[in-house]
């Protein structure tokens, strides 16, 4: 008798999923919390978004290895091919920002020729660029730019999963839990 297969994710894709949702929503409010704070405050603010960032990276970087060790359940076939193909360019893009925004915040800062310290417990050193502040900040700027653009993907995506648990009501959401019922 033939394997079915499963429309929910695998237990580690939902572990990294929402570890690292989490953690780039926590990098917004870090960033926004630094923004309107006084510079010595800042500077505590940034340096838990850059640690935070970097654990994003290597999370991010896990998920790919898992993923392709993993292979992702097959939509439902209620879902239009427009959605499917949408969905798949924006689990794209996030990938492309998970890896891109820590690696262009940690080469941003390294041309201020500082690392990136982890919480107090290691430092990962700043990239071999050399100085050059107006270098660096142009990165950042671009960085800040892309982290605008994740926050957007992120409220689409969440709208996407509501539209089809509320609207649709196709089982969309419960691929991604542990509990529910995902419809083929």
């Known amino acids: 008798m033939g394997e079915t297969v499963s429309s929910r994710y695998s237990?580690?894709?939902?572990?990294?999923?929402?570890?690292?949702?989490?953690?780039?929503?926590?990098?917004?409010?870090?960033?926004?919390?630094?923004?309107?704070?006084?510079?010595?405050?800042?500077?505590?603010?940034?340096?838990?978004?850059?640690?935070?960032?970097?654990?994003?990276?290597?999370?991010?970087?896990g998920r790919i290895i898992w993923r392709m060790a993993h292979p992702v359940p097959p939509m439902s076939n209620k879902i239009a091919g427009w959605q499917k193909l949408a969905a798949r360019i924006v689990h794209i893009i996030f990938y492309v920002l998970l890896i891109g925004l820590p690696l262009g915040g940690w080469l941003g800062v390294s041309y201020f020729g500082v690392g990136i310290d982890i919480w107090g417990m290691f430092e990962v050193p700043g990239m071999p660029v050399g100085l050059s502040p107006d270098t660096g900040k142009g990165i950042l700027e671009l960085h800040h730019k892309g982290g605008i653009i994740m926050i957007a993907l992120v409220f689409l995506h969440t709208l996407g999963a509501l539209k089809h648990t509320i609207w649709d009501k196709d089982g969309t959401l419960w691929r991604m839990l542990p509990f529910g019922t995902p419809k083929p």
């Open 11 to 61: 237990a580690g894709a939902m572990i990294f999923h929402w570890v690292i949702a989490v953690a780039v929503i926590a990098l917004w409010r870090i960033a926004e919390a630094a923004e309107h704070a006084s510079k010595v405050d800042k500077a505590y603010w940034m340096d838990h978004h850059k640690a935070l960032g970097i654990t994003v990276l290597v999370l991010s970087l």
